[in-house]
């Protein structure tokens, strides 16, 4: 089985869930999703499999999303998208799909649930 994981180098939680897939024998596709942004069909696939909106897997506490004054937009599901295809860095992770399943790895043994 390969799954993909949405991954970022620099971050701890994404790092171990890696750890974990790999611990577990699982082929890996690691897309670094900050060199290789994603666009809006690949969002919303995301979406789509994970069963979520937008502001779910959006990482609130960056800087740009204050000053983009995004939590008055959390219904607003193109515009979330939008900011998220122009700033990646506004996308939880790490995000591991298995096939149609997908999981946001917070924490990371949540991951354990579809691989």
Same mark, same amino acid.
Request: hydrophobic letters at 40%; proline letters at 5%.
């Given at each position: 089985?390969?799954?993909? &994981?949405?991954?970022?180098?620099?971050?701890?939680?994404?790092?171990?869930? %890696?750890?974990? %897939?790999?611990?577990?024998?699982? !082929?890996?596709?690691?897309?670094?999703?900050?060199?290789? @942004?994603? =666009?809006?069909?690949?969002?919303?696939?995301?979406?789509?499999?994970? =069963?979520?909106?937008?502001i =779910?897997?959006?990482?609130k506490g960056? =800087?740009?999303?204050?000053?983009?004054?995004?939590?008055?937009?959390?219904?607003?599901?193109?515009? %979330? &998208?939008?900011?998220?295809?122009?700033?990646?860095?506004?996308? !939880?992770? @790490?995000?591991?799909?298995?096939?149609?399943?997908?999981?946001?790895?917070? @924490? @990371?043994?949540?991951? %354990?649930?579809?691989?």
């Amino acid at each position: 089985m390969k799954v993909k &994981i949405f991954h970022n180098t620099r971050c701890s939680k994404s790092r171990k869930a %890696l750890d974990i %897939l790999r611990e577990n024998g699982v !082929e890996v596709e690691i897309i670094e999703y900050l060199k290789t @942004p994603l =666009d809006k069909k690949d969002i919303e696939n995301i979406l789509k499999k994970l =069963d979520m909106n937008p502001i =779910d897997i959006m990482r609130k506490g960056e =800087d740009i999303f204050k000053k983009l004054e995004l939590e008055k937009h959390i219904n607003n599901k193109q515009l %979330l &998208i939008n900011a998220m295809v122009k700033h990646p860095i506004l996308i !939880e992770r @790490p995000i591991v799909i298995s096939g149609t399943q997908a999981i946001v790895g917070r @924490p @990371p043994e949540l991951i %354990l649930e579809i691989i």
